[in-house]
């Protein structure tokens, strides 16, 4: 189950990358303010995805598991609606509050404007990443994990070529720069949110909501919330440490945060693979425990750590031992590379 998960997620992953790889092509600024916004967009991609998504998933595997048909269903629209009030919630939160923000994390100049029009632009479609994370955790909860991943890898398809395109223009098509490319990932969201919820429409899905379900239902909403906010105590923290640690590194001017922004960069490609582990592992737990075998959940649990405790260790391992050969591929800027190199190999191991 986990396999075309873990695809799925190093597939996101490299979009990420690659559209830091054509940024970095606009200059140290323009790297420095996607390096301003990247804590926060994973911020809000976490804790779609894994915390509040993961809570979405188990509370479906676990009504699943008992028997519960109709709850499941249901919990389909109290996602719909978490979704909602948390994308509005970011969008309102990084336009009125964004330039303090950045600013407070170092920003300054062009690499202050840079991240200021990235970040409009990306918080302007908080809900579609809400909603598009919702949707898919609420089917890998059936147990179905190939159809997030086959709109996914759609996604990703659609996405490479569209990101240089929107930002370096070809053709009859301007380029819009930085913002070409917030542009490119809200249309992947857009896409992909569409196809997912044509999906649950079909009679191919498990689960069919009717509009006669679409209100809030507190014990159902209850059930997700009680593991959603749980886990994002640690993306919170999490994210919040490398804000923090940005903040330090604009001290050091704009390649210093170009720098640590672009090794940090490797670090967060660890938390989808391990993600990409995580929602099949909820789906299995949550199953398992809705039909009473502990045993088994513990099993399931317990293996799954062990594989991503490998997998990670191995990557940093690699990292702190051939830095620049990562760092190289975004650009050459000497304080740049300093700085990620020595980040890289303090963290890496």
């Known amino acids: 189950m986990a396999a075309p998960n873990v695809l799925v997620m190093v597939a996101q992953a490299a979009v990420g990358l690659i559209e830091t790889w054509f940024v970095g092509k606009l200059g140290t600024d323009a790297l420095a303010g996607m390096a301003l916004v990247f804590p926060i967009v994973m911020l809000m ?112 398809v659609l996405l490479i070529p569209l990101s240089p395109l929107l930002i370096f223009g070809w053709g009859p098509v301007p380029g819009m720069g930085i913002a070409g490319g917030a542009m490119a990932l809200l249309v992947y969201y857009l896409a992909g949110t569409v196809a997912l919820a044509l999906y649950l429409r079909s009679s191919r899905s498990l689960l069919r909501p009717v509009w006669a379900q679409a209100r809030l239902r507190w014990p159902l909403l209850r059930d997700i919330l009680r593991v959603g906010l749980f886990g994002a105590i640690s993306t919170v923290a999490t994210n919040a440490c490398i804000a923090l640690a940005t903040a330090f590194a604009g001290r050091y001017g704009a390649g210093a945060i170009a720098g640590y ?36 959940a513990l099993r399931a649990a317990w293996t799954g750590a062990v594989v991503a405790f490998v997998l990670t260790g191995g990557i940093g391992l690699a990292a702190a031992l051939f830095p620049r050969q990562w760092l190289l591929l975004f650009g050459n800027d000497p304080a740049m590379l300093e700085a990620g190199t020595q980040y890289l190999r303090a963290v890496g191991p």
């Open 45 to 156: 991609q976490m804790t779609s995805a894994g915390a509040m998504g993961g809570g979405i998933a188990s509370a479906v595997a676990r009504a699943l598991g008992a028997g519960r048909k109709e709850d499941a269903q249901a919990l389909v629209w109290q996602a719909v609606a978490i979704a909602l009030g948390f994308g509005i919630a970011f969008t309102l939160a990084l336009w009125l509050g964004g330039r303090a923000l950045y600013g407070a994390m170092g920003g300054s100049g062009a690499a202050l404007e840079a991240a200021l029009t990235y970040s409009h632009w990306v918080f302007a479609g908080a809900v579609l990443v809400w909603m598009f994370n919702s949707l898919a955790a609420v089917i890998r909860g059936t147990g179905n994990m190939a159809v997030p991943a086959n709109v996914t890898v759609a996604g990703v």
């Open 261 to 296: 922004g672009t090794a940090s960069r490797l670090e967060y490609l660890l938390v989808p693979l391990v993600f990409g582990l995580g929602a099949p592992l909820v789906a299995m737990v949550g199953t398992c425990i809705g039909a009473g075998q502990r045993e088994r």
